[in-house]
């Protein structure tokens, strides 16, 4: 008798295992044989440390509860591709451009840079930063690197084309060019529409440079509720709760016509396979109902300066508050760990339908 429970309950802690593996994309070999990154400091892990820029995360209390301390994420914790290369099975986090060396670039290459921009310009009055078109030339260097690794350029493009290209951009084109008009002049050069258009033109030719190169699997990762950061209500709420309604407009203009890309590349390069994950409704779910994701504050930052800790961002050794995991965001303008996690999950299995076009990451890995 004895001996059948146990039997019975090693093939159900094997079953259990096995489902859990599925759900969290941690069976044995990874999904995909390697994930690209391109953005700006919602995703930077380090490329921005040793450049001349204000936009720096390598000091604590940033990574206060990352296992390696400060990497140069813009966290206390993971960031969102952290979660997701996870959920693809990689059993380390994809390493930055800065620090990639030999083989290690077979399993992927974070490129992204904090302030970095669509436009080139944007960002510049923080300094030093590597725009979308510099991540993609850094990329183009990355796959020559691959076909001397693999010995001719049909084995690297055959291997990457399996691979995940995830792109999170327009931020900064927004919070560091357009909406800051005493350094920038586009918002009298251009309507939101007309410079969503600019934008997306200037996308567009990126997304053909990196298909060029040999990607297939593309993510794109639309902006996020911006006009609802800490120091967006800092600058624009006259309550320090409501958010900006001209910046979050603006945004959702450039997301429904990063949306419509997908269709376009999807229909134009039968071969590769686009994807939009819908972050702006992620978020709009943790602001509407954030006690149902364990949040507490969702308009201030759990460190930082001034009104809504939403002056600047976290000054070095500045004490954070410790509840980290009931504030929506870490700093003025960055999301906590607690916040990556949810929209990290949502973005590789959609929990809704609006989460993910025309399918999610889980799937897009499948492929």
Known sequence: MGREVMKWMMVYVVLLGLNLGEYYGARGDPQVPCYFIFGDSLVDNGNNNNIQSLARANYLPYGIDYPGGPTGRFSNGKTTVDVIAELLGFE???????????????????????????????????????????????????????????????????????????????????????????????????????????????????????????????????VGQIGCSPNSLAQNSPDGKTCAQNINVANQIFNNRLRGIVDDFNSNTPDAKFIYINAYDIFQDLIDNPSAFGFRVTNAGCCGVGRNNGQITCLPLQNPCPNRDEYLFWDAFHPGEAANVIVGRRSYRAERPSDSYPFDIQRLAQL
């Not at 451009?97 to 399993?107: F, H, N």
């Not at 310009?121 to 510099?134: D, N, P, V």
């Not at 691979?163 to 586009?186: A, Q, R």
């Open 92 to 222: 380390d986090y994809i390493p930055p451009y800065a620090a990639a060396r030999g083989e290690d670039i077979l399993r992927g290459v974070n490129y992204a840079s904090a302030a970095a921009g669509i436009r080139e310009e944007t960002g510049q009055q923080l300094g030093a930063r590597i725009s979308f078109a510099a991540q993609v030339n850094n990329y183009r260097n990355t796959v020559q690197q691959v076909v001397q690794i693999l010995g001719d350029e049909d084995s690297a493009a055959n291997y990457l084309s399996k691979c995940i290209y995830s792109v999170g951009l327009g931020s900064n084109d927004y919070l560091n060019n357009y909406f800051m008009p005493l350094y920038y002049s586009t918002s009298r050069q251009f309507n939101p529409e007309q410079y969503a258009d600019v934008l997306i033109q200037q996308y567009t030719q990126q997304l053909k440079t990196l298909y060029d190169y040999g990607a297939r699997k593309f993510v794109l990762i639309g």
